[in-house]
Each structure stands twice: as C-alpha cells, then as structure tokens.
Nanobody, 125 residues
Framework: QVQLVQSAGGLVQAGGSLRLSCVAS????????MAWFRQGPLKDRDFVAA????????FYTDALRDRFAISRDNAKNTVYLQMTSLKSEDTAVYYC??????????????????WGQGTQVTVSS
C-alpha cells in the first residue's frame, strides 16, 4: 500500500505560477499511474492530468493542457503538477491519486485507489 503526502498549496495572484508535489512512501511510485484532480467549492472532483508509470505518456483535460504540466521523478518517488497563468477559476483543493493499473490512464476518481490529503490553492484576481 502506498501513502501519498502532498506539498502545501497557497495563495497566488492571477497570472502567477505554482508547483505542487506529491511524495509516495510505502511502495515505489513506479508501480502506479498517477493523476491530479481538483475540487472547487460545491463542485465535483474533476480530472486535471495523469501520467503513466514511466512518465512517457501524459493526459490532460482539454481546458488545462496549455497551462498545466504533470511530471514525475520515480527516483524521488514524486509526482508534480506545474501550474502557470493561474486564474481565479483554478481555485480548488488539489488531490494527487495513484492507480496500480499500468495498462490504461483513467480520468475518473473511482479508478484511483490511493489519495493524497489535498492541498488548497487559492488564486486571487
């Protein structure tokens, strides 16, 4: 079983950038497809981006692919989400998630077995 611990988020001005990280322990990160989701106030938990176990394949929700980038460093057991040109509508709690399936990149929360604690990101306009 893997445990996921996320970095702190924070308050960012619109147009700014922020990088989130998620560190795995208990099992090697290379055993998992990793993803980021986010959940705004009174909203569902939405898919943001995912990356396969090797880092060779990435997948994004269309609306964010030009501003967000997911990456991973298996040697450091860490996955990252680089966010740029942030907007007020990016304000949400961000979650990293792990899926032991290596065959397919899923975009829905039920397919992910392990979750980080969540990180609040607030973008001020």
């Amino acid at each position: 079983q893997v445990q996921l611990v996320q970095s702190a988020g924070g308050l960012v001005q619109a147009g700014g950038s922020l990088r989130l990280s998620c560190v795995a322990s208990g099992r090697a990160l290379s055993n998992y497809t990793m993803a980021w989701f986010r959940q705004g106030p009174l909203k569902d938990r939405d898919f943001v981006a995912a990356i396969d176990w090797s880092g060779e394949r990435t997948f994004y929700t269309d609306a964010l692919r030009d501003r967000f980038a997911i990456s991973r460093d298996n040697a450091k057991n860490t996955v990252y989400l680089q966010m740029t040109s942030l907007k007020s509508e990016d304000t949400a709690v961000y979650y990293c998630a792990a899926d032991p399936s290596k065959a397919y990149i899923y975009t829905t929360p039920p397919n992910y077995d392990y979750w980080g604690q969540g990180t609040q990101v607030t973008v001020s306009s």
